[in-house]
């Protein structure tokens, strides 16, 4: 049995792994590429802990990095070595022999919020860099939701009630919608047509997605997201607008709707973070917290930064 075949089993026994850790999604994510997973076990050969990866290659550098539209990764460890800060270090040590036998040029991966294998991996030599997200994780209340919204996103509201929510928005026609958004604004997706497709077919199957769209009368959509889940949070996870109907207040409204949904399938609702400061601004106005996570890095081939800084040209010019 392979160690990804041994994971699939392993994670269908867990009372919970992240969305972007299961192999379903990094099946979707990675598809035409391809993904593994290290597993460190103890002596009856249990898996105390898993790290599923992206391995790339650029001429002759090997590398590990995030999929796209994936927040989280890196180790996921068993309850019974997360309550011991000693197990989880050598865990994590463990881990650390397998990626330098690997001759990789550098490794980056993004850990869940809280995860003691973030100083773990600190310590044993990994450079750490902080991200965040914005998470409502009460949403038994809707009227203290709505109050707990700024003024402005309140009065966007209020301008909203024209509109109405469908969901009937297939996912052809919102990655139509959501390419004419971006073109209006002189970007492009960083992904494909065929990537999202894969993607939402694979978690339409599971009934781990929604589409959403705001609409006018003529069911004209000024504003769309597609959401997904797992056990316990909704990812905000390609929400779109149309930038001629940015005073409508339609993507105020779409935010409340997915909140909504996350309300009636009993999970939080995660923003899926940003470190564009307009975006963590307007995510802010919506009774969210701030909610830290981690990046953990190592440059095994000091040269390959030059590789790194070239994509984050690229990215920049895409958006």
Same mark, same amino acid.
């Given at each position: 049995?392979?160690?990804?075949?041994?994971?699939?089993?392993?994670?269908?026994?867990?009372? =919970?792994?992240?969305?972007?850790?299961?192999?379903?999604?990094?099946?979707?994510?990675? +598809?035409?590429?391809?993904?593994?997973?290290?597993?460190?076990?103890?002596?009856?050969?249990?898996?105390?802990?898993?790290?599923?990866?992206?391995?790339?290659?650029?001429?002759?550098?090997?590398?590990?990095?995030?999929?796209?539209?994936?927040?989280?990764?890196?180790?996921?460890?068993?309850?019974?070595?997360? +309550?011991?800060?000693?197990?989880?270090?050598?865990?994590?040590?463990?881990?650390?022999?397998?990626?330098?036998?690997?001759?990789?040029?550098?490794? =980056?991966?993004? =850990?869940?919020?809280?995860?003691?294998?973030?100083?773990?991996?600190?310590?044993?030599?990994?450079?750490?860099?902080?991200?965040?997200?914005? /998470?409502?994780?009460?949403?038994?209340?809707?009227?203290?939701?709505?109050?707990?919204?700024?003024?402005?996103?309140? /009065?966007?509201?209020?301008?909203?009630?024209?509109?109405?929510?469908?969901?009937?928005?297939?996912?052809?026609?919102?990655?139509?919608?959501?390419?004419? #958004?971006?073109?209006?604004?002189?970007?492009? #997706?960083?992904?494909? /047509?065929?990537?999202?497709?894969?993607?939402?077919?694979? +978690? /339409?199957?599971?009934?781990? #997605?929604?589409?959403?769209?705001?609409?006018?009368?003529?069911?004209?959509?000024? +504003?769309? $997201?597609?959401?997904?889940?797992?056990?316990?949070?909704? =990812?905000?996870?390609?929400?779109?607008?149309?930038? $001629?109907?940015?005073?409508?207040?339609?993507?105020?409204?779409?935010?409340?709707? $997915?909140?909504?949904?996350?309300?009636?399938?009993?999970?939080?609702?995660?923003?899926?973070?940003?470190?564009?400061?307009?975006?963590?601004?307007?995510?802010?106005?919506?009774?969210?917290?701030?909610?830290?996570?981690?990046?953990?890095?190592?440059?095994?081939?000091?040269?390959?930064?030059?590789?790194?800084?070239?994509?984050?040209?690229?990215?920049?010019?895409?958006?």
């Amino acid at each position: 049995m392979t160690n990804k075949e041994r994971y699939s089993e392993w994670v269908a026994k867990q009372e =919970y792994v992240p969305l972007s850790m299961h192999p379903w999604w990094l099946d979707a994510v990675c +598809a035409g590429k391809g993904w593994d997973v290290l597993l460190v076990e103890d002596e009856q050969k249990q898996i105390l802990g898993a790290m599923p990866y992206l391995l790339r290659k650029r001429a002759w550098f090997k590398y590990i990095v995030m999929p796209p539209l994936s927040q989280s990764g890196g180790i996921w460890v068993t309850p019974e070595v997360t +309550a011991d800060r000693w197990k989880t270090a050598e865990v994590c040590r463990r881990f650390k022999e397998q990626l330098d036998a690997m001759g990789l040029a550098y490794y =980056y991966q993004q =850990y869940i919020p809280g995860s003691l294998c973030v100083d773990a991996m600190h310590g044993l030599g990994f450079k750490t860099k902080e991200r965040v997200t914005y /998470r409502v994780e009460d949403l038994s209340d809707l009227d203290a939701l709505i109050a707990s919204f700024s003024k402005n996103k309140r /009065r966007q509201l209020q301008k909203a009630l024209s509109l109405h929510v469908e969901k009937t928005m297939d996912i052809e026609e919102f990655w139509r919608f959501h390419s004419r #958004c971006l073109e209006s604004r002189k970007r492009r #997706c960083s992904y494909s /047509r065929e990537f999202l497709l894969v993607l939402e077919r694979k +978690a /339409r199957r599971l009934n781990q #997605c929604e589409i959403i769209s705001i609409c006018n009368a003529d069911g004209q959509p000024y +504003a769309a $997201a597609l959401l997904v889940w797992d056990k316990r949070y909704m =990812y905000y996870l390609v929400p779109t607008y149309d930038a $001629a109907f940015g005073e409508s207040g339609a993507s105020a409204l779409l935010v409340l709707e $997915a909140m909504k949904l996350a309300r009636e399938k009993q999970v939080h609702f995660d923003f899926e973070g940003s470190m564009e400061r307009g975006i963590a601004n307007h995510y802010k106005q919506f009774g969210s917290t701030r909610t830290t996570y981690f990046g953990v890095e190592k440059y095994y081939k000091p040269i390959f930064r030059i590789a790194i800084w070239i994509q984050k040209l690229r990215e920049w010019r895409y958006r």
